[in-house]
């Protein structure tokens, strides 16, 4: 007998095992998280390649040995009579797994055990095989574990999950062994004469997979190349005969697999798989909406789907009543089915208000995941009420509203914050624009885990609904870390679309999806008001100006003229929009420049400057790097020179622990007025440093 390693996804060592025994019941096998060690003949080896429908890969051990210095990797690989394997003709390459005190560095490993095999053939003959990273002819894994080292050859080649009929896949497609596994545990292959649906089939993985099962077509019956094709032990005549036992149990099933999504694309995908598959014909293909698909006159069977989990932030929001009346129509339409659902985001499953009968953790890639069975029998097909959530961010954001209703009754404005990480452990800010609301989640501490920061964040997304009656549509969900350069502006999303919004007078267009900021800077809303108070009769110039609504303030404040200056030409375009949906009409300029170069070239002089750069810029469009705390006072200077006697400058800046040096700037001329607290609204005053502002006089 050989010993070979069988791998597989975490949380399916339990079902490798027992598909693996039912393929090769002499073998002698032995489960280890993620894996499971068998000890066996060649033949069984191919088998389970041929058969298995759970494992990654087949490795056949070679070497083994204790490591205690690096020089002991060499040792063991240089135990394997190499050419006896391959020729000095054959490519081949080394993939090192694991690391321990002595061997920290896993290329490094790999290399070690590349210079054995290679000084061997030296050796030998006088001539090395090549290293080929992509398809070699022999792949070699050394793994190791604590202080062994064990030196394997993949029979396998390509992962044995990557079935010969997916060329392309739809948006977080599940992997092949994966939708086996979730066929296995929602019970259908053990009654395989009962319905099978996938009503969100995507690019129709569950339902080939389960189509093959149903055919009792071997899955790697159409894999050309092998990990052993190129293998001077391969036994051809061996393999040679399972493939034609295989093709002789070949069967016709039932023609009882029902696919459904709402993507034409993504469904003629599907289809196009299915032909590839040679498994078409087994599967019923609708393009439905989900919540308006049901199946009449069948016989109840088994449900089982990989739903889309919003593992982009964005979409989560929309799946929640997605799902909620999802459940409502499984309720009604699939009484007495069997459900189960893949997930990574638990929150929306429970939106669907029924009772799981069992959970298992799986790994979908690199994604951890839940699959959950229900079963839809009477008492969960009962219609329960919506109770309400409670708890510490649904209390908090209520108070906080009550006290904002009352604040607002003096304010002209419908953009406002209503949330800012009062609870730490809620760590997100809420901006409500109109009747939409943002939702910033800022990036998690180090200590919290992502997993309990993803499930808060969905606490938040569950509550907003009812706590402030806003449309789950109209929920933003952004992640929001420190932004460097042109970080700050480039674009998440490419929605395009814009809604309307008031301010003390004026109007703005913002788009609250495609950029990490929406277009206006809540927090300068006071400041915003200052200079339309001090313009009357001004030239204004606005630098930096973002999409201008400093300047729209400015001129309806009177200005005589205002110049705005911005280095993207998308927000100097937003700027005009924003003059227009104002209807103004005058002495308006706009600039796309380079505010620094511009600023030192220009010669006009201006009453009131207004001064908000970012607190860092790399940007290639500007001639250099900029960095607000040691480039302000040169800022400053080339301003002065473009400011008229006893002109004044509004600077700003976000960075938290910037430091004006205010003697450096009276010897400018100015004398010096620090606005900041003044200019903090009442519903950003939780985050005092959130921007700092000083009026700048000028006095001669």
């Known amino acids: 007998m050989f010993e070979f390693l069988i791998t597989a996804a975490k949380g399916l060592d339990e079902l490798l095992i027992d598909e693996i025994a039912t393929l090769c019941p002499n073998a002698q096998l032995k489960s280890k998280p993620g894996q499971v060690v068998m000890f066996a003949e060649i033949e069984d080896a191919y088998r389970v390649c041929l058969w298995s429908r759970l494992a990654n890969r087949v490795l056949f051990k070679l070497s083994e040995g204790q490591v205690n210095e690096a020089e002991d990797l060499y040792k063991i690989a240089d135990m394997v009579n190499w050419p006896t394997h391959f020729g000095v003709n054959q490519t081949f390459v080394v993939d090192f797994n694991g690391t321990n005190k002595q061997i920290n560095n896993t290329q490094f490993g790999a290399l070690k055990i590349k210079d054995a095999i290679v000084d061997q053939f030296t050796t030998f003959f006088d001539e090395r095989p090549s290293v080929r990273k992509i398809a070699p002819d022999i792949r070699i894994h050394a793994r190791l574990w604590r202080d062994v080292l064990t030196v394997y050859l993949d029979l396998s080649g390509r992962s044995l999950h990557q079935r010969h009929y997916r060329h392309k896949t739809g948006l977080a497609p599940v992997k092949e062994h994966i939708a086996c596994a979730m066929l296995i545990r929602s019970g259908w292959t053990k009654n395989q004469q009962l319905p099978l649906l996938d009503p969100m089939c995507g690019a129709g993985t569950i339902v080939i997979e389960a189509a ?23 036994e051809d005549t061996l393999w040679q ?4 036992e295989a093709k002789e149990q070949i069967s016709t099933p039932h023609k009882l697999i029902y696919a459904n999504d709402i993507d034409q694309s993504v469904l003629a995908l599907a289809k196009e798989n299915a032909h590839q598959a040679d498994v078409f014909s087994y599967i019923n293909f609708s393009y439905s909406d989900i919540n308006h698909f049901k199946l009449d006159g069948l016989t109840p069977g088994y449900i089982v789907s990989n739903p889309p989990y919003g593992e982009r932030l964005g979409d989560t929001a929309q799946l929640f009543p997605l799902f909620k009346q999802w459940g409502s129509l499984l309720k009604r339409e699939f009484k007495d089915w069997s459900l189960s659902l893949l997930t990574s985001n638990r929150e929306l499953l429970r939106q ?18 839940q699959l959950v069975n229900f079963v839809l029998d009477e008492a969960n097909c009962q219609e329960r009420e919506t109770k309400l959530i409670q708890n510490d961010f649904v209390n908090r954001l209520a108070k906080n509203l009550q006290r904002s209703n009352k604040w607002l009754k003096s304010q002209n404005t419908n953009c406002y914050r209503i949330y800012d990480a009062d609870l730490p452990e809620y760590n997100v800010a809420i901006d409500c624009y109109a009747d939409w609301l943002v939702v910033q989640e800022y990036a998690a501490p180090k200590n919290v885990p992502e997993q309990v920061a993803k499930k808060r964040l969905h606490e938040i997304v569950a509550a907003l609904p009812q706590v402030t009656k806003v449309d789950p549509d109209h929920i933003v969900l952004k992640v929001r870390e420190q932004q460097k350069g042109k970080n700050q502006y480039q674009k998440v999303a490419q929605t395009k679309q814009t809604i309307e919004v008031y301010e003390n007078g004026a109007r703005f267009k913002v788009n609250l999806q495609d950029y990490l900021d929406t277009g206006l800077f809540l927090d300068h809303r006071i400041t915003r008001q200052l200079v339309q108070q001090q313009a009357k009769g001004k030239n204004v110039l606005n630098l930096f100006a973002y999409t201008g609504s400093v300047s729209v303030h400015a001129a309806l404040g009177g200005a005589k003229s205002v110049t705005t200056v911005d280095m993207s030409n998308t927000y100097i375009e937003w700027a005009k929009d924003n003059f227009h949906l104002n209807k ?12 620094l170069t511009w600023l030192k070239r220009h010669q006009q002089k201006y009453d009131l400057i207004f001064i908000d750069p970012p607190s860092f810029s790399n940007s290639k469009r500007m001639e250099a790097t900029w960095d607000v705390q040691r480039d302000y006072l040169d800022l400053i200077q080339d301003a002065a020179k473009c400011l008229n006697t006893f002109g004044s400058i509004f600077f700003s800046n976000n960075l938290r622990q910037f430091k004006l040096d205010e003697e450096a700037i009276k010897a400018l001329g100015f004398s010096v007025k620090n606005i900041s607290q003044q200019t903090i609204p009442e519903d950003f005053q939780r985050n005092p440093k959130i921007h700092h502002c000083w009026i700048l006089s000028k006095e001669s």
């Open 241 to 244: 005969g399972l493939l034609s």
């Open 352 to 369: 669907m208000k029924l009772t799981a009968k069992k959970e298992y953790q799986l790994m979908n890639g690199k994604l951890e995941c």
């Open 212 to 234: 093959l099962m149903a055919a009792n077509i071997a899955p790697g019956l159409k894999r050309d190349n092998w990990g052993f094709s190129q293998w001077k032990q391969h």
């Open 584 to 595: 103004l009409k005058g002495a308006y300029h706009f600039e796309q420049a380079d505010c």
